[in-house]
């Protein structure tokens, strides 16, 4: 079992810079991959970014440019660095680890809201 803890959620103004951090409960085996996810209110539950055990990321459009995502395997975290916010990006933000052999781990959301 991995339970995964996300911090960092808040209030920002548009154009404001928000980093959300994840930390897992247990080191992380690979092969694996380590995501956020958004949801905002009345919208499924969107991937926004992820990278994998080996190094590849990936980006929703919508973010591509603002959003960098990064890990520390020898502290368990993943990191979401999120630049030039709007307020489209206001939803409910989920650390994700997929793992291989042992299954699909959630946390429990921090909330960002961005004000125009």
């Known amino acids: 079992q991995v339970h995964l803890v996300e911090s960092g959620g808040g209030l920002v103004q548009a154009g404001g810079s928000l980093r959300l951090s994840c930390a897992a409960s247990r080191s992380i085996f690979s092969p694996n991959v380590l995501g956020w996810y958004r949801q905002a209110p009345g919208k499924q539950r969107q991937l926004i970014a992820a990278m994998a055990s080996g190094g590849n990321t990936n980006y929703a459009d919508s973010v591509k440019g603002r959003f960098t995502i990064s890990r520390d395997n020898a502290k368990n975290t993943v990191d979401l660095q999120m630049n030039s916010l709007k307020p489209e990006d206001t939803a409910v933000y989920y650390c994700?680890?997929?793992?291989?052999?042992?299954?699909?781990?959630w946390g429990k959301g921090t909330l960002v809201t961005v004000s125009s």
């Open positions: 994700n680890a997929k793992i291989m052999g042992l299954g699909d781990y």
